[in-house]
């Protein structure tokens, strides 16, 4: 089974302060993306990636940057963090052929305050 | 982009009942998965299935991708099946991540 890890499962953080969340995963797959899920509003894409050093902005990149500078390892970066940004982050990878679908980590509760 | 509708937002039963969530889809896609939710926010793959129908203990699943919706099937409900049931898909060319729809909000009550 895949197994992807995100470094954090609760955070607290304070406004202004530049936040990393570490997301690795064990299957050497191509593609990994960070997501966010707020009540009312369900999850949405954050970044992705499709390779090393490559990146593709989701539909809600404002606010954040990501970096991969190896295979297995995915970073979402709050560079001056904001109280909007509390919310539940959630990775997650994917093979290039789709073969067993999408695999999620556990999750990281951020709360900036 | 492509729109995902799940039915019924809300759903409350008794141990031992029978469920049927659906997920509507707007374009035809190459990828459609089930997730469960659990209490502490992990996503857990239920199925991934585009297409056709698979079986997984209490649970099925069946996609009909020509008329773009997917069934997931829960059979003799237990307490621990409560949680959210997502439905999410992709569309093909690249990776261009999962849209994901609002979820089913299930409670079994014993």
């Given at each position: 089974?895949?197994?992807?890890?995100?470094?954090?499962?609760?955070?607290?953080?304070?406004?202004?302060?530049?936040?990393?969340?570490?997301?690795?995963?064990?299957?050497?797959?191509?593609?990994?993306?960070?997501?966010?899920?707020?009540?009312?509003?369900?999850?949405?894409?954050?970044?992705?990636?499709?390779?090393?050093?490559?990146?593709?902005?989701?539909?809600?990149?404002?606010?954040?940057?990501?970096?991969?500078?190896?295979?297995?390892?995915?970073?979402?970066?709050?560079?001056?963090?904001?109280?909007?940004?509390?919310?539940?982050?959630?990775?997650?990878?994917?093979?290039?052929?789709?073969?067993?679908?999408?695999?999620?980590?556990?999750?990281?509760?951020?709360?900036?305050? | 982009?492509?729109?995902?509708?799940?039915?019924?937002?809300?759903l409350?039963?008794?141990?031992?009942?029978?469920?049927?969530l659906?997920?509507?889809?707007?374009?035809?896609?190459?990828?459609?998965?089930w997730f469960h939710q659990n209490p502490w926010g992990q996503l857990i793959?239920l199925?991934?299935?585009?297409?056709?129908?698979?079986?997984?203990?209490?649970?099925?699943?069946?996609?009909?991708?020509?008329?773009?919706?997917?069934?997931?099937?829960i059979?003799?409900s237990q307490t621990t099946d409560s949680g959210v049931y997502f439905?999410?898909?992709?569309?093909?060319?690249?990776?261009?991540?999962?849209?994901?729809?609002?979820g089913t909000h299930l409670i079994i009550?014993?």
């Open positions: 089974d895949v197994k992807v890890t995100q470094s954090s499962r609760y955070l607290v953080k304070r406004t202004g302060e530049k936040v990393f969340l570490e997301c690795v995963q064990d299957m050497d797959h191509e593609n990994m993306f960070w997501y966010r899920q707020d009540p009312g509003l369900g999850l949405r894409l954050i970044y992705f990636s499709y390779d090393v050093k490559m990146k593709e902005k989701g539909d809600i990149p404002e606010g954040y940057s990501v970096s991969r500078e190896k295979k297995e390892r995915f970073s979402l970066i709050l560079e001056s963090a904001s109280t909007n940004q509390t919310s539940m982050y959630l990775c997650a990878t994917v093979s290039g052929d789709r073969y067993y679908g999408y695999t999620f980590g556990s999750g990281t509760r951020l709360t900036v305050v | 982009g492509i729109q995902v509708e799940q039915s019924p937002p809300d409350i039963l008794q141990e031992g009942a029978n469920s049927t659906r997920c509507n889809f707007s374009d035809s896609v190459n990828n459609l998965q793959n199925f991934y299935i585009p297409s056709g129908t698979k079986q997984n203990g209490r649970l099925s699943a069946t996609t009909v991708a020509t008329e773009r919706y997917s069934l997931l099937y059979s003799s439905c999410a898909v992709e569309r093909g060319g690249g990776a261009d991540g999962l849209t994901f729809g609002k009550q014993p």
